[in-house]
DNA sequence: CTGAAAGCGCTTACAG
DNA sequence: CTGAAAGCGCTTACAG
């Protein structure tokens, strides 16, 4: 109940009083740190149990410097890849006592620069992963690099060697997943961009424009549209290749939730997937399973990218991570004969 | 770059110097507190300012015993739900400088207790949120309680005068989403029920009951199955009510993604939605607009009740709070003649 | 309205 | 192998 009284928590002087050694072994106890006698060390331990002892995060980081917290900026946009990106990295995080601050964000917000300039100076994080799209984005990198803070990039698509970072190869995906719809005989693709603040868009649409262009492919401008990486763009970019009399065999959507909108415009047209427009989608969210047919995709290791992230910035890693993608094929691609 | 040296950090103490004062009257005027001479807080801002200071929060908590921390304990296996929690929590805590420490949990991890009290003991959180099914476990809240720690539960569904919460009513909301399918000429209805340890299963079955029963509808039990919240589940659950030979018209499924794999099973069978089953789900999650025809369903204002939890927290807002709930009518209920 | 002192619970740097 | 001292950057409690 509200009136209960605060359980006094035990300090490092309570185990110390007794074990009946200084508060510094019991440091170096509680830190697995060399040069205590087997002896003096259960003493400790057992103290420290009796009394239910815990080092204190907050009185650790003061004193030493570190604050055993790391942070993601990420953006609220997409719940799944945030969701996914902070499982792995609390995963890795869980390994070395470590825990996560989520910082999420939009790009909209005129004060982003401020805010996270604030929150560096307010807590000593020991590193911080920033995922698209602000891991392109120089002025955060800069003030970042003022602080003298560790920090990892998450699929970032300017200035690969400007810091720490993992990644996938979304050029290479794009490409190939283009290469299979060719495969399989089309041969009028088109094409819906993703949101051109996002470094992703430009490399998934990269890869697909070589795959065509390797294949001999001429790409039909009329059949290429904007969107911005969620449905309704999607809707709206497809209205616009519609529009044209021609019609393309087959659509990339540069993501899946875009491949939804095109999907739904589709349906409310009469128009049958994949038998009429063949399509594929880029991320492969859950949602995937749940049109109808199931959408073709690649799927982007998240998880495992925050996971690698984490282990970046605590074990001072490899400067680069480069994870592999999967095709997945699923029922959203013709086979013309 | 790596090798570029550590900005130092404004201290407190720094500011005093540059504005001729104590660091007492910096932290007075850091703080908003009272009894400083305008002129007086406007050097100290201007000092503040110009050394681009921003109090270190490990101090501040250390010192005063406030941590600035409130923690969200909830259990990873729903992407949505524990997102939107988050961006709730979130908006909330900022606008009182706090920051939230994310805390996922399994109810299948055999030292769930131990890794919560641990938690408890490392980080001195200022309050705690709890969702499902951890808020209803009487072991978490004994240790929470233990702690002195103010804590907040989300939808608890027992023993609610135990500690502040959040909730909607479900169990109302079954009801009147059940007295839709009836209204709609349904008397033949089926229902998948939710995972057994989160209580919200038992409230949507126990609304959906009650409905029944007002409507002088008896309940077939061949209708009614077992299923645990995920997609699979609320297929071999569907796939155990079709395995009767007389099948209900409607089902009423406890959550959105068993209604999802209902509808893949009645799609493996060429059963049409709304034709020959109508369906409706429970939360409306985002993939209640991907699936056709799209499902209806309950709205819970996830991201509503974790604002509220937060406030509760930060505030010491009233010990319950329960929030309206939306029922979102679609295209998965035919209206019978 | 302002400040000097003590202390939060640890770690670092040093001494023995 | 062990410990006494100083200090991390703030706030609290108190004095004036």
């Known amino acids: 109940m509200a009136g209960r009284a605060q359980q006094s928590t035990a300090t490092i002087s309570d185990v110390a009083t007794l074990a009946q050694v200084s508060i510094k072994t019991v440091s170096r106890v509680m830190n697995d740190e060399p040069n205590v006698r087997a002896q003096t060390r259960d003493r400790v331990k057992e103290a420290a149990k009796s009394l239910n002892y815990n080092p204190s995060?907050?009185?650790?980081?003061l004193?030493?410097?570190?604050s055993y917290l790391i942070g993601l900026i990420y953006d609220n946009i997409n719940s799944t890849y945030a969701h996914d990106l902070q499982t792995g990295m609390i995963a890795r995080?869980?390994?070395?006592k470590y825990h996560l601050m989520c910082e999420p964000q939009t790009s909209e917000n005129p004060d982003l620069i401020q805010a996270i300039s604030n929150l560096l100076a307010t807590i000593r994080l020991d590193g911080i992963a920033i995922s698209p799209p602000f891991c392109d984005m120089p002025q955060i990198l800069d003030i970042i690099e003022a602080t003298g803070m560790s920090y990892v990039r998450i699929s970032?698509?300017?200035d690969l060697g400007r810091a720490a970072c993992v990644r996938m190869d979304e050029f290479d995906a794009a490409y190939n997943?283009?290469?299979?719809?060719?495969?399989?005989?089309h041969k009028e693709i088109g094409f819906i961009r993703g949101h051109p603040q996002h470094g992703g868009s430009h490399l998934r649409f990269e890869g697909f424009c070589k795959a065509l262009k390797?294949?001999?492919?001429?790409?039909n401008q009329n059949w290429i549209s904007q969107g911005y990486f969620y449905f309704e763009s999607g809707r709206e970019a497809a209205r616009q290749i519609f529009e044209h009399s021609k019609r393309p065999s087959a659509i990339f959507a540069a993501n899946d939730y875009m491949a939804f909108g095109l999907m739904a415009y589709l349906h409310d047209m009469g128009l049958k997937v994949p038998e009429d427009v063949s399509i594929v989608g880029f991320d492969d969210v859950p949602g995937c399973q749940l049109v109808w047919p199931h959408l073709t995709t690649i799927h982007q290791p998240v998880t495992d990218m925050g996971y690698a992230a984490a282990e970046i910035l605590l074990?001072?890693?490899?400067?680069?991570?480069?994870?592999?993608?999967?095709?997945i094929e699923r029922g959203s691609v013709l086979k013309k004969e």
Chains 1, 2 share one sequence.
Do not use: F, W
């Open 57 to 61: 995060m907050l009185a650790r980081s």
């Open 63 to 66: 004193a030493g410097g570190k």
């Open 93 to 96: 995080c869980r390994l070395s």
């Open 156 to 158: 970032p698509s300017k």
């Open 177 to 185: 997943l283009t290469k299979h719809l060719i495969e399989r005989g």
């Open 214 to 219: 390797d294949y001999n492919i001429d790409a």
């Open 315 to 327: 074990n001072n890693g490899p400067k680069e991570r480069v994870l592999p993608y999967r095709m």
